[in-house]
């Protein structure tokens, strides 16, 4: 049974960093990785993703702020955020595309809160 497990959420300061882990558990193969977020009243977004091979996509709104990286042999992905501002507060949601023994291959941890105030 695939399993996605993710870390590193909490309070922080605006200008603050933190550091989200996720890792993927039961797989076979892992492919695609990436974060989401869902603030209050609103739908869920795409913060960035990441191929095997280290291609990323970001969110423009997250543009040189934060850096999704992965380690391949840990099956996990990494969401490291700096300058932090009000409105980054969300529920963030490692996403990843998962080969298992099952037919299901879209994945979805179950959230870590990440809240941003002074």
């Known amino acids: 049974q695939v399993q996605l497990v993710e870390s590193g959420g909490g309070l922080v300061q605006p200008g603050g960093s933190l550091r989200l882990s996720c890792v993927a558990s039961?797989?076979?193969?892992?492919?695609?990785m990436g974060w989401y977020r869902q603030a209050p009243g609103k739908q869920r977004e795409l913060v960035a993703t990441i191929t095997r091979s280290g291609g990323t996509n970001y969110a423009e709104s997250v543009k040189g702020r934060f850096t999704i990286s992965r380690d391949n042999a840990k099956n996990a992905v990494y969401l490291q955020m700096n300058s932090l501002q009000p409105e980054d507060t969300a529920v963030y949601y490692c996403?990843?595309?998962?080969?298992?023994?099952?037919?299901?291959?879209?994945?979805w941890g179950q959230g870590t809160q990440v809240t941003v105030s002074s």
């Open positions: 996403n990843a595309d998962v080969l298992s023994t099952v037919p299901k291959r879209d994945y």
């Open positions: 039961g797989g076979i193969f892992v492919y695609v």
